[in-house]
Each structure stands twice: as C-alpha cells, then as structure tokens.
C-alpha cells in the first residue's frame, strides 16, 4: 500500500523568507503532483514531475523530484502573503488511483 | 473548455433524503474520478470510471452510488447518509485512464455537502 507523507505539517514563516516542503512516498510511481488548495476551495495543480531529476519552476515556487531516493520537494523562495494555501503533494499507485500527502498547511505573515 | 464543472455547489439533507451530485466535462477525457475531503485532511479516492466503465470502487458503503451515463457525465448518487458523511466532494477527470505519462487531473471545485 502506497504511503505518502508531507513534512511539516504545518509551517509558518516571514514574507521574504526560503523554506522547503518535503514529500515522501513509499512505492515507486512514475508521477508525483503537487497541489494547492485554499480554504474551502478545490485544488489548483501546480506541478507535474514525471522523471528522477525533474526540476519545474513558476515563479516563487519550485518542485523537484528524486525517485530514487522516493523524495519530492517544493521550495519557495521569497515567500509573499498570497502564498499562504495548504499544499499537497500526490502519488499515483496503478495507474488510477492519486494518493495524496496530509498536506502542508503553510501561513505566511506580513 | 477546460474545465470539471460540479453541481451543485452546496447541498444540505437530512439522513432519509436522495440526492444526486453531478459531474460534467467536456475535454474528451476518459476517466473521471469521485474523491471525499473531510476537513483539514487530504482528499480521499471513491470510485474511478475508465471508458465509462467503474474501474475502481474504495469499498465505499452502498448508500453512495455512482453512475456514468456518458463519457462526459459522473453522478454520485446519496441515499439514507450519515452526519459524518458530510464533506467536500470532488470530482476529477484524467485524459488517459490507464496513466499515460504526463496525463494530468483536472478537479472540480467540489460540492460541500452537509448532513443533518
């Protein structure tokens, strides 16, 4: 059975700050997403990572993939106020079933 | 179109009610998805539908039914629900069922659903 686990949890940061969330999965898979969800929202995709060594970048925010070691980050640089949103990473198991991470509930303060 | 378009967006009902939740596309993609977020947790997977077809079922109870009428179509049918029940419900859809790479999941913007 597919485990995927975020950490933190929960962050909280300055604007103007760097900080990496981590996304750890426990099978292989050939596809790792990452998500951003606001409160009461649906999730927004961000990012797309189909091979060891993937790199994707937009804007402020930078996602990366090392299947090998079954290790996703997403690094923000620079952190502003709009990013403040719980970010998700997720796992396909199969080739059907997305499985997510607990997700990243990420504040960012003035 | 881009887009998953899920009605309706709120629904309050009481445990001895039906209801149906709809699901619409128009992409062309050939798997659509039911997921159920409960509050401050991830989204979890119901059922898949491939070609129409239910592909995956998560040992979901009975009384939540889907359906897939056509390829561009996924109702969830809700029956004799339970308070703890009451979530975010999303539906996805996917290009390629069987995982091309790089097939992405387009989401719903979710029906929240309370029972009372």
């Known amino acids: 059975e597919l485990k995927v686990e975020q950490n933190p949890l929960f962050l909280s940061m300055q604007e103007g700050k760097n900080y990496t969330i981590y996304c750890n999965y426990s099978?292989?898979?050939?596809?790792l997403y990452w998500y951003r969800q606001d409160p009461g929202k649906s999730l927004e995709s961000l990012f797309v990572l189909l091979s060891n060594g993937a790199v994707k970048q937009e804007g402020r925010l930078m996602a990366s993939l090392d299947t090998k070691a079954r290790l996703s980050t997403l690094h923000i640089t620079a952190a502003v106020h709009d990013l403040s949103a719980t970010y998700f990473c997720a796992v396909v198991q199969g080739a059907q079933k997305l499985v997510f991470g607990q997700g990243t509930r990420l504040t960012i303060n003035p | 179109d881009t887009e998953v378009t899920q009605t309706p967006k709120h629904l309050v009902m009481g445990m001895t009610n039906k209801k149906s939740l709809k699901c619409e596309q128009h992409?062309?993609?050939?798997?659509m998805y039911w997921y159920k977020q409960k509050a401050k947790k991830p989204p979890e997977l119901m059922f898949v539908y491939s070609y129409e077809k239910l592909s995956i079922n998560e040992s979901v109870p009975s009384r939540f039914s889907p359906e897939c009428p056509n390829s561009s179509l996924l109702n969830l049918h809700l029956h004799a629900l339970q308070p703890e029940d009451s979530a975010l419900y999303l539906c996805?859809?996917?290009?390629?069922?069987?995982?091309?790479?790089?097939?992405?999941?387009?989401f719903g913007s979710g029906t929240r659903l309370t029972v009372v």
């Open positions: 996805a859809s996917s290009q390629d069922p069987m995982g091309a790479q790089g097939s992405g999941y387009t």
């Open positions: 099978t292989t898979s050939d596809r």
């Open positions: 992409m062309g993609h050939r798997a």
